[in-house]
DNA sequence: AATGAATGAGCTTTCATTCAT
DNA sequence: TATGAATGAAAGCTCATTCAT
């Protein structure tokens, strides 16, 4: 077995679903942009589904990994917070397809929403939650705010901004600039 | 034209589109729950796309228009901020379908995005850019922030919570207080 | 729902099916056999195994009635015997295609074999297994012989004959003349 | 060629096909119950159908041959078909896998039975047309039956009933005494 | 000869939409 | 207007067969 074949057939997906979404999308013009076979599609995932479930699973395991390196070197929450966003962005910049892709199939179906919130997305999210519950134990932010709701909230700004980034012609801001004046104004609001 | 037929096959729509996602949402299903023939909807709608763009459309509507007539109340606005916010997820509460439905399926395909971000949604969303636009010439807000940066935030902060919320079964948080807390973040990282 | 494009379905299936077998029998062209579109036989069966199950279930009932009625008139065993086997080949010829079809894929699989023997299969061969056992017990055929063994040499031996007979281009024997020759025989075989 | 290759094929072809049926049946499976790579397969025979063909023609051979020399030890005809019968039924007991398969396979396909019936297949059965036809010369046998319909008969039954015992779980019958009833009726049915 | 990954034709089934009644 | 049976295009998936190694 090719992994980069496998490896093909998953970026070939993140473009076509992206661009199509996933029912919309076909699998032959996935296969056909991997340059395989339709059928070589099968030998690599177990069918369409497993294709998305697959990206989901193992593009966000980097990505993690990649954030969760970026926050180590930083001591405070604070930067941890500031960190966590500029890299975001900094991600959806490098990978437009993917990012479009995270943000509008992961909603799509409670399905998916439910399963998947468990496992790498809520790693993803928690690496906030927890940033932001140091700070408070700290005595660095205010305690009137849940964590969970801090951490969704920072998700969700960031979420829906570079969505509209990513889908937007004209790009008028930079999302660098954009990441600075979310975090100005979360850590304004949560700061002792 | 059976004006409450129209209706009925809009509710259905919202509650199959809620429940089974628009694409695997069969218009059989809705007709049936809607009490009519499948073909009776193709008299009221031009076809299924239709259908889901008319629920953005026509549902929206009363919404912003309540909305709006809730923030006509306050003067200041700091108060149509916290307003809006709170109206938000009245709203949810009271029209969970409607909600879950503008949340996930208003993002999954590009053509809905870029066709109605102009429309209803985004005056929607103008109402708590405007707020902040006024608060910012008041002297109230910072400066630094761009009212178009800020009502993303806003919103995306709202509905992402909104949409874990309704989909969570335990529901372990009230609304109620995770709009005051969102309030209180933003508003405090805004304030001068 | 239209009962005659029903039967005609089932009519298209068994020409089909007996001239090409249920695996490389196409369903859109039982379809266009049948003066439907490909989608309109789903509307009245299942999928493809059920056009199968249907036929095996439905046109054996009134072949069984038919044969019930016939053996009916008859008292002795042994002309119930004979009756069963005339009727047998007048049915085999006056439905070639369902005599190839119950012959040839009624064996096909194991499951077909399992499920339906204990149904209608069983109810026809039973009706030879009793007069047999009736002879037996009025003291006109030998006792050495269990019936379940009579009744299956009896069928196998018809169908085997009919189906080689469908088949046979030439057909140089009378179906007629083969009952007779096949009633002698096993009657002979098991008379006192 | 491998010789014991081609024949660990055969023997997993033999295995699988009465197991899944022809046209379920996987050559990819056959190939890996075999031992072999898939495209070995293709190296032994030309193609799935050769496979099934090649187990009729070259299965069949050895079990004439033995069925021959067993019946070249009886002289009289009575002898020779009771052995025909007893021979037969051993070989389904030792064979069951075969036994099915000819059974349920060699019917499958017009074609299939239309092209073997004229080789191994007709020389087997001959073996009882011949043996009856000896009979009838001799005057033991009566003459209004025709050998071929004889011959039909003892395979039609002795096909029948063995489908059947290998299908059935309890086997409450023995085969033994199966084959003698079967032999009872029928030469008590054709004798003078 | 042997391998097994790759191929792609082919089939079943679904379902948005149409249309005769 | 209303119906719902009928349509048929469309797509996911399988698997016999091929072929580069």
Redesign the pocket.
Known sequence: ??AS?RERLLKAAIKVFARDGFF?????EI?KLA??????????F????DLLISIFEEEMTPIIEKTKAGLSKHESPEERITTFIAQHFAMVEQNPDLALLLEVELRQSNKFLHEYKGTKFKEYLDLVGEAFAEGQSKGLFREDIHPSIFKQMVFGAIDQISTNWTLSKTKKFKLKDIGQQISTVLLSGVRK
Chains 1, 2, 3, 4 share one sequence.
């Open positions: 077995m090719d074949k919309k999308a076909k699998v032959e296969a340059g395989v076979a339709t059928g070589t599609t099968y030998l690599y177990k069918n369409k589904d």
